[in-house]
């Protein structure tokens, strides 16, 4: 009874030991990427967006030389816009199918949930698109940064915006999850300081996620006081929102409209002329920007690439993707820790200038964009952006302090 | 000579089981992470269904009530691993007297459609109590303190946190196993075959309902309180019905009539949930495929099955 099964131990412990030397890399061995991203459901278009983002970069990469001579492989997983699923979809990738970095999330809940483990994982992720505050505040850690725009930079923006308005009475329509209410708590704080006299309602909206009908919440705020709305739907809840918004009225009120992330061209173009003109549309990026040489190059190609103009996912997606170059360059290695490091307090170009990892906190000061949709695209079908603003990410960004993380 | 072979064969699975961080790919430690909680979960959940022939459609509420109290008690106390433990079983078994004191009355579909009921709103609770419960974001952000008992552990190695989990899956399971093979553990299989007669014989039907309910409910909420530490979110979706569901798949895949068909099934169902999404995104087709086949042709679930099969062979 007992031999056969030494046996047994002694082949699985040889397997074992073979399969650990299989995986230290070699040099022509590509350099692997994990990329988290909602991939199902009612916001899967941003997930099919960043993904865009990411193969045009690897492969503009892949044909210059690759990263340290070695070329690029993407592996996705889909979040489903879970935490649980998110954090077992990152140890697969780290364990399973050894990828040297992290890119992705789409959700502040995601990150929330995902962010405190990535020191066990030892590898660096870069979010490209949530904005909890918290990821890079009192969550922050050495192996997690964020190129993309957070909620306290983007809500900042608004305020300034909410507050130059004749609105006096603010309510809200968001998301019932952390980005909504986010949202929500920073740009009240921020309208606050700027404009003490304003009313903040009590009586909040806030659907599920992934709600398909968004009338009972239309239908209060137009019966309401309130003359200013920010709106932090997004995605495909955005889409459908707009369009039962439009049905019964609610844009020919006279009312303040500020959508938190209304420029996303995913959304732009699934609605085309339906999305009203005259109102604040927010994003993170804004392709028709950025008057810079990476920014002409990249969203050329994105166009002749897919056909429309590129989103703030694609962009910050695309954009990580160089970062984790210029760091692995930098480090000379693919090694987790060391990326990390070379990340911390990087300067890089990007197709929205020249972008910083905060030293204090790994977010990087990039720039809100604020607009006012404007008429229809003559080529692109989607709404142009008219009294264009770009805020200084620095100095919309809360100060190291403010955020409560400790690096 | 047949008892002597089973404790072999049970030896060698933990043994092998002992030996998963060694000689499997580093992944599967998180696999069987989550194979050993749910099959907790699943084998305190089928000591009402299988044994005492009680479906109940609100088990999550248990589960994810001890998610979130060991959760809660790390983030705001930071109490020690075995402490938060405690909390989750005391919180859940008060729960389930609660539930289970209005539950265990009614019977079959009223009886399923009561737990149904219940679980919903301990869901609905989680989802809304924005302030405590973190909403439909849950509790996240909680880092794991000390183990207890002054034993000097690195919970956060998920290595470490295997050997935990099965050490704690092993006693728990040992302790319903002795419950189940008590002369309590038989009243219980009598009630399922025939509650009239148990209650002729001047048995409180009832009580033995709402105990085994307790039990049950206690033991799921150890298994949410080692999930938390886990997944390191505790989130409504854990007491949403389609976690309710999961024990009762797992049950009748791996087979009610016995008390190790829970964790084979357990087995079964996070394996091929892990291996079909690597291939396609439609595993629940898949599972619904592989449930259909088992209800019509293998009644007994995998385990009952195998057994059968091998008894035939040794004939």
Known sequence: MKQPNLRKLMVSMVTAATLTAGTSAYAEDPIRIGGIYILSGSASTYGEFAQKGIDLAVSEINESGGILGRDIEMIYEDSQGKASVAIQAARKLVHSEDVDALVGLDSSGVAQGMVPTMPELQKPLIITHAATPDVTGELCNPFTYRISVNVAQNMKAAAKIASETDAKNWTTIGPDYSFGHQSWEYFGDYLKEINPDVNLMSDTNFPRFGAEDFTPFIDRVMDSDADGVLISVWGGDLVNFVRQASNRGFFEKDLELMFTVGAATEVLTALGDRMPEGVHLSTRYWYDAYDNDINKRFVKAYIEEYGNPPSYNAEGAYAAIYAYKQAMEAAGTTDGPAVAKALRGMTMEAPNGTVTFREGDNQAMVSPNWGISGPMHPEHGIRTLTDLQIFDGEEVARSVEETGCKL | ?315
């Not at chain 2, 924005?130 to 919970?155: P, V």
Request: include cysteine.
């Open chain 2, 1 to 315: 000579m047949k008892a002597k072979v089973v404790l072999a064969c049970l030896l060698l699975v933990i043994a092998a089981l002992v030996a998963v961080p060694w000689i499997a790919s580093y992944f599967y430690v998180f696999i069987f992470t989550e194979i050993l909680i749910m099959g907790l979960f699943a084998v305190s959940f089928n000591l009402i269904f299988g044994y005492t022939g009680m479906l109940s459609f609100g088990h999550a509420a248990f589960f994810g009530v001890g998610s979130y109290a060991t959760a809660l008690v790390l983030i705001h106390l930071q109490w020690p691993f075995l402490a938060c433990l405690l909390v989750s079983m005391g919180v859940s078994a008060v729960l389930a007297l609660v539930i289970g004191y209005l539950s265990v009355r009614l019977n079959e579909v009223y009886f399923a459609m009561l737990t149904l009921a219940f679980g919903m709103m301990i869901f609905a609770i989680a989802y809304q109590w924005r302030s405590i419960t973190g909403g439909s974001d849950g509790l996240a952000g909680f880092t794991l303190g000390s183990f207890g008992l002054g034993i000097d552990l690195t919970l956060s190695n998920p290595a470490v946190y295997y050997h935990v989990v099965l050490a704690i899956v092993g006693i728990a399971s040992l302790v319903l196993y002795v419950i189940c093979r008590s002369s309590f553990g038989l009243v219980l299989k009598a009630i399922r075959q025939n509650p009239e007669r148990v209650a002729f014989a001047g048995l409180n039907v009832r009580t033995y309902r709402l105990v085994a309910f307790i039990i049950a409910g206690t033991f799921a909420g150890l298994a949410g309180g080692l999930i938390a530490p886990f997944l390191r979110v505790a989130s409504p979706e854990l007491i949403h019905w389609s976690t309710s569901a999961e024990p009762v798949l797992m049950s009748i895949l791996g087979g009610t009539g016995y008390f190790l068909g829970p964790f084979i099934g357990s087995a079964v169902f996070v394996l091929l949930e892990t291996w079909i999404t690597s291939f396609t995104g439609s595993w629940m087709l898949v599972l619904g495929i592989i449930l259909a086949l088992m209800v019509v042709f293998f009644r007994k679930g995998l385990l009952g099955t195998f057994l059968d099969w091998w008894m035939e062979v040794k004939k």
